[in-house]
């Protein structure tokens, strides 16, 4: 199957800080990774889809300049959550789609609690 | 009216008994439906994928779809504690389309 691994698992971090959070896919070529969020009890949220070589399509409402994605290769991509403050505390997760599935396969998430 | 729509539960069932989870949806569009299951604090694990109409049974695990009623099911048979988790229902319009999520259920399996 498709594998998607996420690191740190989880992080701390002062406010103000800034985070960076890495999804990888595994085992397969990942063009387009999405960013999502999730809330104590409450279902996912999309933020972004990230595209390889190109801008990524931020979700209405998700501040492009303060959750910055890149995706450089087809193997990677990057969330880094700026200047970050308490309420940007939530579980984030990466998924992808290879496209030989029409699906999508889900990281372990990571949880940031910023203090 | 929300896209998708899902009983959060909670869901208490005892060891050993049939467990039906269900969502419906208002896009006619959508095409590929899928059902996931997350542990607390972990990322969603796929269970179950359907396109289109139908069926769809692996092991214990059985999907439906009827999409002239625009709604879906997760059946689970003989459920164990360890189905106890949060499922997800979810569905698009296919391809690298995004997916549209249910609330999710908690259920609960009790030995």
């Known amino acids: 199957g498709a594998v998607v691994s996420q690191h740190p698992s989880r992080v701390i971090c002062k406010s103000g800080t800034s985070v960076k959070i890495e999804c990888r896919s595994l085992?397969?070529?990942?063009?387009?990774m999405f960013w999502y969020r999730q809330f104590p009890k409450q279902s996912l949220m999309l933020m972004a889809t990230s595209n390889e070589g190109s801008k990524a399509t931020y979700e209405q409402g998700v501040e492009k300049d303060k959750f910055l994605i890149n995706h450089a290769s087809l193997t990677l991509s990057t969330l880094t959550v700026t200047s970050a403050h308490p309420e940007d505390s939530s579980f984030y997760i990466c998924?992808?789609?290879?496209?030989?599935?029409?699906?999508?396969?889900f990281g372990p998430g990571t949880r940031l609690t910023v203090l | 009216q929300k896209e998708v729509e899902q009983d959060p539960g909670p869901l208490s069932v005892p060891e050993g008994a049939i467990v039906s989870l269900n969502c419906t949806y208002s896009?006619?569009?959508?095409?590929?439906f899928m059902w996931y299951r997350q542990y607390s604090r972990k990322g969603p694990e796929l269970l179950m994928y359907?396109?289109?109409?139908g069926n769809k049974e692996d092991g214990r695990f059985t999907a439906q779809v009827d999409k002239s009623s625009k709604y879906i099911s997760l059946f689970i048979r003989d459920s164990q504690p360890s189905d106890s988790a949060t499922y997800l229902c979810?569905?698009?319009?296919?391809?690298?389309?995004?997916?549209?999520f249910g609330k999710g259920t908690k259920l609960t399996v009790n030995p």
């Open positions: 359907t396109y289109s109409s």
């Open positions: 085992d397969f070529q990942a063009t387009t």
């Open positions: 979810a569905m698009s319009q296919g391809g690298s389309e995004k997916l549209v």
């Open positions: 896009n006619s569009a959508f095409q590929y």
């Open positions: 998924s992808s789609d290879p496209r030989s599935t029409d699906t999508q396969y």
